[in-house]
């Protein structure tokens, strides 16, 4: 029997209360960026991007020209997501289910009751590609690509790394992530399943070479957009 996976000390941890928030210009809400790839890199040159918003007003959505976006609701009644061309019309009200649609789009947004709290996925089309989805099971690297990152998301219940060294490093709540390096395995649980424990999954998988250093996170930009 081999070994179970351990914590990768490449991973990264974050939490949602230690992610800088950033005002919008329209005073709609504000974003904390979670991470970006390339570090560096601005609104025009990331291959992929991962935020939470909080929306606190209606208005529209920035325009993102070859950009595949998702967006999950986290908290609040939901916002129902227009499109002024009439290729959908969508009400985002269940929470961990991902709405994806293309960054050209010209998108108004409703708050369907009062703020709602967004996670929001970003990849540059022909470069990165994404899936999102929840779960409530095991969590393992068991046919990941070893060019992807996978990153996670607690939004309910905790969740505990399999023979993790630190065991404090190795626990996950509700409100606080892992970004986890490509390559790496790994086996995240719940410490109480079939309770409600539900996680947000996010894989990145990069179309072209690429280095696989890892991003910082929650650096904060000055050009923070809904």
Not at 128 to 141: E, H, M, Q
Not at 169 to 192: C, E, I, K, N, Y
Request: proline residues 8%; glycine residues 12%.
């Amino acid at each position: 029997m081999s070994a179970a996976p351990s914590l990768s000390p490449q991973a990264r941890r974050f939490a949602l209360d230690e992610l800088t928030p950033m005002p919008w210009k329209n005073g709609g809400g504000t974003t904390r960026e979670i991470a970006a790839w390339p570090p560096a890199a601005g609104l025009d040159a990331f291959d992929w991007r991962l935020s939470i918003a909080d929306i606190a007003a209606d208005g529209p959505f920035s325009a993102f020209p070859g950009i595949d976006r998702q967006i999950v609701l986290l908290d609040g009644d939901g916002v129902r997501l227009h499109a002024r061309d009439g290729s959908f019309d969508h009400r985002l009200v269940a929470v961990g289910e991902p709405f994806a649609f293309a960054g050209e789009a010209t998108v108004d947004a409703t708050l369907l009751g009062g703020p709602t709290r967004d996670f929001n996925v970003m990849t540059r089309r022909g470069r990165c590609r994404a899936s999102v989805a929840s779960t409530g099971a095991a969590i393992d690297s068991a046919g990941v690509e070893s060019d992807t990152t996978v990153v996670l998301y607690v939004l309910a219940g905790s969740w505990h790394c399999d023979d993790a060294q630190d065991a404090e490093a190795g626990v996950l709540t509700a409100g606080s992530g892992m970004l986890l390096p490509p390559g790496g395995a790994f086996r995240w649980l719940p410490q109480d399943e079939g309770e409600g424990a539900r996680c947000l999954v996010v894989r990145l998988q990069s179309t072209q070479p690429s280095s696989r250093s890892h991003p910082p996170i929650g650096k904060p930009r000055h050009d923070a957009v809904r």
